[in-house]
């Protein structure tokens, strides 16, 4: 997996072992994501949300997490996915991201994978337009079935599920 | 970046570094005086010499290579200043204001090991050639009937100080004097207390008669400008025979009269009597802690945690008044509630306390700023500052300290005529910036004053028309002070013709930006021809906000209490609008309008009632009322800032809860006031939802 964009202070976990991946697999919109374990400060329960005036789009709004005021960002308009109210499975990551820690909004926390290099495939086999802030795709064992099942690029009925990785820098990175 | 056990001990390098270079810059400045008076101070000189040596040796042993050459080659220098080897003249002094300098610039160059090392080969050059040029003058030891013996006894620096004296014009003296041997150290403490205050103790010799009856005799140098008989009556209680050092007339030069020397049990040399003024000073403990500013911001987070749990408390005791409950207990429980509430408050001033610093932090490195500039610029500036020990938070007086070296520089390069000019005004030739600083309320006022040619306001009005910030029209309905404001303005200090006028409103945009986002003001007033000030008002904290709390649209909002003047509550049909804009006539006085819900796009059902309240703030001079649906009230609360993420979002600076995890933002009024009354301003929301 490479990362050409890695800022300087992020801790480069991928660089001690390039070979397995460890990566915290979470659900937005009945599809599986994850990102690099490395990059996750931590969890928490979606605490009550302030909204903030004139703000950026992406932004859903404050919350309070730890003693400090934590952006939080809808993954779901990052990911250009469609909007839905929280549920109750619903979560915060906190990501490192530049100066501070924002939390992004996902629907459900599922586990921790750890992937070896040829598990993954690389973006460009959805093709050249494939979002930038894809890295990769993994294969993983017999992950936790979601309601509604997994879309898109799953074979139904099998214990093999796939994962998108996503490069936190990038995804965060863009307005 | 990961913090190991180097990064720690960086830190610690570069913070007594730090201390040491503004204690060196201090000692500059005092020598800088000591040198205009003709008067150079062998303490002063002493001390820097110390100074830089202990830097030289902590940046050694840090690693920090160029900073230890660079300190090697100031000591060496100060070295030859202290032995009178090299005369201190205003070249010697800039070298090592320059010097100093450096080491602030290579230290600030942290997180870059390159920078650190990047040795001014040049500068230590300088120094070495400025060693060669040392005068090679006649000593004018050699005019004077010394002892050839007593001299070769002498120290080297007792010799330059001996010169030192005698060059300025001073008068030498030997007192010749008895001492029983028991007597000796505390009769040579009592001659030194008797002397510091009209003369310098240069060296204790051993005399010529040898000892008798436990006695021995002492000759002392003193040097003084003191008259004679003032000398006499003062050493009148210790005795001994004074005789003064004459220069030696050009015919007769006698042969100097045989020493006997007697050998002591204890020779008395001059360096067991004085304390060997080279000796580097053992670091002396003081009563201070350095503590990492990042603790206190978690202290103030904790109380602020606390203050919330109060809240919430209150709201609870307030819950079980209404239920069936004992009222003893609830009496209890209201009382402990109290209490917390109390030693909170203790606790949190105390914090606030700790944070707090004296502005002399800031103010001795603009003497410095001061000092340079106006050798620069060949013209005579003084600073004076008063209200130094005035205190604010940390972060406010480190952020203050950029914006205040941006008017010195001003005042200095566009305020103060040169000499020239201010003689043909029938000025004082030395010009004057004086910076002043006072507490006025929960803010600290610092003004900045210069007396030289004021600003115009006519000038500036025809300068700001040019530079296109304004037009023509609009400025013949602004008052005096909404015409030095435009000073400020961006795009002022742009305009092409670099006159002396708009020299003055170079960067001042800037300066209004840093002070604002430090929750302060600027503003200027100005005695055309005489003097200009600068009034910079400042928060005394940034951790703590005596807020009003209000809601729009049921997001919870929250503006300082110190810029509230008053809330009013209205009838909707008395707001009166013209040409876009909304204002009230309150008590005879048009006070402009801002709707909140419009300005921050909020959204919502407004509440249906005719009443509504308006707050209305003053901010710099100027007043503006904000439509708001409900006040909820006063409150203390712990302001928290906001992430990166969402610093572009205007009128907004950081957030506080209010108890209930909710969050309400502080209103940003110097902004608001901005967006809605400056004159450079483009209306967005002239009324209506967008």
């Known amino acids: 997996m490479s990362n050409p964009q890695h800022s300087v202070d992020r801790p480069a976990a991928n660089a001690q072992t390039p070979a397995v991946h460890e990566l915290l697999a979470f659900d937005v919109a009945s599809t599986h994501y994850a990102l690099p374990i490395a990059c996750v400060r931590g969890v928490v329960r979606l605490p009550p949300v302030t909204e903030v005036p004139r703000s950026p789009e992406r932004v859903l709004g404050v919350i309070k997490v730890r003693g400090q005021v934590t952006t939080l960002i809808d993954l779901r308009r990052l990911l250009r996915l469609p909007h839905a109210p929280p549920l109750a499975t619903a979560r915060v990551l906190l990501v490192e991201h530049g100066s501070e820690v924002l939390g992004l909004l996902v629907d459900a926390v599922l586990r921790i994978h750890r992937l070896k290099h040829d598990e993954i495939e690389p973006a460009s086999v959805l093709g050249s337009d494939a979002p930038i802030y894809l890295t990769g795709i993994g294969r993983v064992q017999a992950p936790m079935p979601p309601p509604g099942g997994i879309r898109g690029t799953a074979s139904r009925g099998s214990a093999i599920g796939l994962l998108l990785l996503l490069d936190p820098d990038r995804l965060l990175g863009t307005q | ?690």
């Open chain 2, 1 to 690: 970046m990961t913090g190991g056990p180097n990064d720690e001990s960086r830190e610690q390098f570069l913070a007594e570094a730090q201390e040491l270079i503004e204690t060196l810059s201090h000692d500059l400045l005092l020598l800088d005086q000591a040198e205009r008076q003709g008067d150079a101070n062998a303490e002063v000189l002493n001390d820097l010499f110390r100074g830089v040596h202990t830097l030289k040796g902590l940046s050694g042993m840090f690693g920090f290579t160029a900073v230890a050459r660079l300190a090697h080659a100031l000591e060496d220098q100060l070295e030859r200043l202290r032995m009178g080897r090299a005369p201190l003249t205003g070249e010697a002094l800039d070298l090592l204001f320059h010097g100093v300098e450096r080491f602030s610039q290579l230290l600030a160059t942290t997180g870059d090991a390159s920078g650190l090392d990047a040795i001014p080969e040049g500068f230590v050059e300088r120094i070495h050639a400025l060693a060669q040029a040392d005068a090679h003058g006649r000593d004018v030891l050699h005019d004077y009937a010394f002892d050839p013996e007593s001299l070769a006894a002498l120290s080297a620096h007792e010799e330059h100080r001996l010169r030192a004296h005698l060059v300025k014009g001073d008068t030498v003296y030997r007192l010749v004097v008895a001492l029983a041997v028991v007597r000796i150290d505390s009769a040579l403490v009592e001659l030194k207390q008797i002397l510091a205050p009209i003369a310098e103790l240069i060296a204790v010799l051993p005399g010529i008669r040898p000892e008798e009856h436990g006695a021995i005799e002492l000759e002392a140098l003193i040097a003084t400008r003191t008259p004679e008989t003032e000398l006499r009556s003062a050493l009148a209680t210790f005795g001994g025979n004074l005789f003064t050092v004459r220069k030696r007339s050009g015919a007769s030069l006698l042969p100097p009269a045989p020493i006997v020397h007697v050998p002591h049990a204890s020779p008395v040399s001059a360096h067991s009597v004085l304390p060997e003024s080279a000796a580097l000073a053992v670091r002396v403990p003081t009563n201070l802690v350095r503590v990492e500013i990042r603790k206190l911001d978690e202290l103030m987070d904790l109380v602020g945690e606390l203050g919330a749990v109060r809240t919430s408390l209150a709201g609870l005791s307030e819950q079980l008044r209404a239920s069936a409950v004992d009222p003893e207990l609830i009496a209890q429980a209201q009382r402990l509630e109290r209490s917390f509430g109390r030693q909170l408050a203790t606790m949190q001033n105390a914090v606030l306390e700790v944070r707090r610093v004296p502005l002399s932090q800031v103010f001795d490195k603009l003497a410095v700023v001061v000092r340079n500039l106006a050798r620069e610029q060949n013209k005579d500036v003084q600073l004076v500052v008063s209200g130094a020990r005035t205190e604010v938070d940390k972060l406010v007086a480190e952020d203050v300290a950029d914006p205040l070296v941006h008017l010195i520089r001003n005042a200095v390069d566009h305020g103060i005529e040169s000499r020239q000019e201010r003689a043909d005004k029938g000025k004082a030739s030395l010009g004057t910036v004086h910076i002043h600083a006072f507490t006025k309320g929960s803010n600290v006022v610092i003004e900045v004053r210069d007396d030289g040619r004021g600003i115009d306001p006519a000038a500036i009005r025809k300068a700001a028309v040019e530079s296109g910030v304004v037009s023509e029209a609009r400025t013949r309905g602004l008052s005096r002070f909404e015409i030095f404001d435009l000073l400020f303005v961006p795009g002022f200090s742009t305009s092409p013709q670099v006159s002396d006028v708009s020299g003055r409103g170079v960067g001042l945009d800037v300066v209004r930006t840093n002070v604002r986002r430090i929750g302060g003001t600027v503003q200027v007033e100005s005695e055309t021809g005489l003097s200009t000030t600068f009034v910079l008002t400042l928060p005394i904290t940034l951790a703590v906000l005596s807020a009003l709390v209000f809601s729009v649209r049921g997001h919870r909002l929250v503006v300082p209490l110190a810029l509230v003047q008053e809330v009013v509550r209205i009838d909707r049909r008395a707001i009166q609008a013209i040409d876009g804009r909304e204002l009230l006539d309150l008590r005879g006085a048009i006070l402009p309008l801002s709707r909140l819900v419009d300005l921050l796009c909020l959204r919502g059902e407004p509440p249906a009632v005719d009443v509504q309240h308006v707050i209305v703030l003053s901010v710099a001079n100027r007043r503006l009322g904000l439509l708001v649906d409900r006040i909820h009230g006063q409150q203390e609360v712990v302001v928290k800032p906001l992430g990166e993420s969402l610093r572009g979002v205007r009128c907004i600076t950081g957030a506080t809860e209010l108890g209930d995890q909710r969050l309400a933002f502080v209103l940003d009024a110097a902004a608001l006031a901005e967006e809605v009354l400056s004159v450079g301003a483009t209306r967005a929301h002239a009324g209506g939802t967008p």
